[in-house]
């Protein structure tokens, strides 16, 4: 079933050709692990375990890690209405809505499908935003799991997770145990942390650059179904002014999971590092809404765009 979010070809063409890229990186890397290694089938069993527990259990790990609980309609009333109207307008299944007691303002979708999806907003951004602002922020989200993109980037980082874990791994077994090991198997794991580094390397770019990208696409979707950009621009402005306010160690957490926020739980604007950022600028974001505004002749976004 389609929903009613506007469908965008960009996206689509963008989450192919990476998923196709990193695939061609997905097999060069077992490829390489078998050959180093001499055990396919210590290598398949182990990636194929890994892969099945992340996208199955993708949901369950986000909100466990971001302390999130799924809440019922007594709870939240008014959330669960917010929801209830989107899905509603936009025609698509409704997700499971859970909370985080954080006080940092943010929100995510996760889940392998829309039919299995759920959406988490803090209680940070409860208490700061007015319900034309909720809405937008959920729309925007809402989007994520319509065009599966959710999905699309729990896949994409995948490899990138596997061959970080094997760089850790390989460093650690060398500085505590590289004393014991003859010269081959050193060489060995020396050669399988070089692999394992440069395709974390390289899919770490694929990802971010496909991220950045959802991100846009995800803010032009809310904003046509709304109908009101400005609102959106609005707690974009708030959430990303009180994430700077929030201090950095309350932050490290979250940073991990900052491809699936709303906005990125870093509390500042990206310099030269924006082009490794999982999330546009707030410029570039603004920019966009108010272009949309003008599109929809509704008064333009808050906040100052180049």
Not at 16 to 23: E, P
Not at 71 to 83: D, Q, S
Not at 174 to 201: E, H, K, L, P
Request: with cysteine; hydrophobic share 50%; charged share 20%.
């Amino acid at each position: 079933m389609r929903s009613r979010f506007r469908s965008d070809r960009g996206l689509t063409v963008r989450m192919t050709v990476t998923l196709f890229l990193l695939g061609l990186l997905y097999v060069g890397f077992v490829v390489a692990l078998i050959v180093l290694l001499k055990s396919w089938l210590l290598v398949v069993v182990l990636i194929a375990a890994m892969f099945v527990a992340q996208f199955w259990f993708s949901d369950r790990i986000a909100l466990f890690a971001m302390r999130g609980r799924v809440v019922e309609r007594e709870e939240y009333p008014e959330l669960h209405a917010v929801v209830d109207r989107l899905c509603a307008l936009s025609d698509m299944p409704r997700p499971v809505v859970a909370v985080s007691t954080m006080d940092m303002p943010n929100a995510f979708a996760t889940g392998r499908s829309p039919r299995k999806a759920v959406v988490c907003v803090t209680t940070g951004l409860l208490d700061r935003l007015d319900p034309a602002e909720l809405e937008g922020v959920l729309a925007h989200e809402l989007s994520h799991v319509a065009h599966k993109d959710v999905a699309v980037i729990t896949v994409a980082s995948f490899l990138g997770v596997i061959a970080g874990l094997i760089v850790r791994f390989a460093f650690y077994s060398q500085v505590f145990g590289g004393g014991r090991r003859d010269q081959n198997t050193a060489a060995v794991f020396a050669a399988v942390m070089g692999v394992s580094a440069a395709v974390y390397a390289l899919s770490f770019l694929l990802i971010r650059s496909l991220s950045r990208y959802r991100e846009l696409a995800a803010d032009r979707a809310a904003a046509l179904l709304t109908g009101r950009p400005s609102a959106l621009a609005s707690a974009l402005v708030k959430v990303s002014g009180d994430i700077a306010r929030i201090p950095t160690e309350d932050l490290r957490t979250a940073q991990a999971f900052n491809a699936f926020y709303f906005t990125p739980a870093t509390g500042r604007e990206p310099g030269i590092e924006r082009f490794f950022s999982t999330h546009p600028s707030l410029e570039q974001r603004l920019g966009r809404l108010e272009r949309i505004s003008a599109e929809l002749g509704e008064p333009a976004a808050p906040g100052k765009a180049g």
